[in-house]
């Protein structure tokens, strides 16, 4: 048994606030449509049940879910600029647990900011190999031997509480970001932004002993949307209003933006609300340029 603190997530060479991760490994099984002569009674042995099979090269798809920090923020951002290039991802479920993964291209990447709560988000990726997997400590005899006395887990003989080699550093809360809209700052109660690219694997002919990893991966082309909910304040400014195509957008989380140009909207929706709540208008818009600055 371990609690959910003794684990942490690494991308690249900096560590994330993890709120969860789905990595399953996934044998591609290839059936056979043959007909193969099996019996319909015993012996069990040649009873036909399933179909001739062989198994192809294993799948590491997955996906981290983790705040948001300074870090993080600008690995995301460079990445998201050189989306062809691979990071290296570290997932540690509990304490001596292990399983990094090597040439990791995303297909999706999103970043969340809501009134009270922290900035958040996750990354879609695929692996191309799984480099290594150790289990760790294993049943509560294993997990009690590094506590002396037995005296509980946050004994000063648990090693690394709260984050590995204790770089747990704050997150980011929603109130030290902002959205820009041409030139103008918009009171946005909720924003989203979503980046999405289809990754491809392409595998070749080749004898060999056992499953081939891909020989080339390929990246099609990105979405990007921004999406909120904006509080319209004062419609008497000439730009009160966000019209259907604007030319550039700024996304600050704390000291760090991210720049666009060429946003058209797709969707916006002012609704009826309940007697306590705000009437936010919402909206979504297409982004079509992603700037280096």
């Given amino acids: 048994m371990a609690l959910g603190y003794a684990g942490y997530i690494k991308v690249g060479n900096k560590y994330a606030l993890g709120t969860g ?3 399953p490994r996934a044998r591609t099984r290839l059936d ?3 007909g193969y002569g099996g019996r319909v009674s015993t012996p069990t042995y040649q ?3 399933g179909a001739p099979r062989t198994y192809d090269w294993d799948v590491f798809d997955g996906s981290l879910s983790f705040e ?8 995301i951002k460079a990445w998201v600029l050189a989306r062809d290039t691979q990071n290296n991802i570290l997932i540690a479920p509990r304490m001596g647990t292990s399983e ?6 995303w297909n999706s990447i999103s970043i969340s900011a809501g009134e009270g709560a922290a900035v958040d988000g996750s990354i879609g990726f695929v692996a191309m190999v799984r480099d290594s997997y150790g289990y760790g400590l294993q049943g509560l005899q294993a997990e009690y031997a590094n506590v002396p006395n037995g005296q509980g887990l946050m004994c ?11 770089l747990n550093i704050n997150p980011i809360p929603f109130w030290n ?3 820009q809209l041409g030139s103008d700052k918009y009171d946005f109660l909720t924003w989203n932004l979503e980046f999405s690219q289809e990754v491809v694997k392409f595998f070749a002919c080749n004898v060999t002993a056992g499953p081939q990893a891909p020989r080339y991966v390929g990246v099609g082309p990105m979405t990007v949307t921004l999406s909120g909910t904006w509080m319209w304040i004062d419609p008497t400014r000439p730009s009160a209003f966000p019209s259907d195509s604007i030319a550039t957008a700024v996304v600050s989380v704390a000291d760090t933006s991210m720049s666009f140009a060429d946003l058209e909207l797709t969707s916006i929706s002012d609704e009826v609300q309940s007697s306590d709540s705000t009437t936010p208008v919402s909206m979504e818009y297409a982004v079509y340029q992603v700037e280096s600055t």
């Avoid at 948001?68 to 690995?75: A, G, Q, S």
Wanted: hydrophobic share 35%; glycine share 6%.
């Fill in 177 to 179: 970001t902002s959205v």
């Fill in 100 to 105: 990094s993964f090597s040439e990791t291209f």
């Fill in 32 to 34: 056979s449509n043959s």
């Fill in 68 to 75: 948001y920090t300074k870090d993080i923020f600008t690995l």
């Fill in 47 to 49: 009873i036909g049940i």
């Fill in 21 to 23: 991760t789905a990595v």
């Fill in 156 to 166: 000063n003989g648990f090693p690394d509480p709260l984050n590995a080699n204790h």
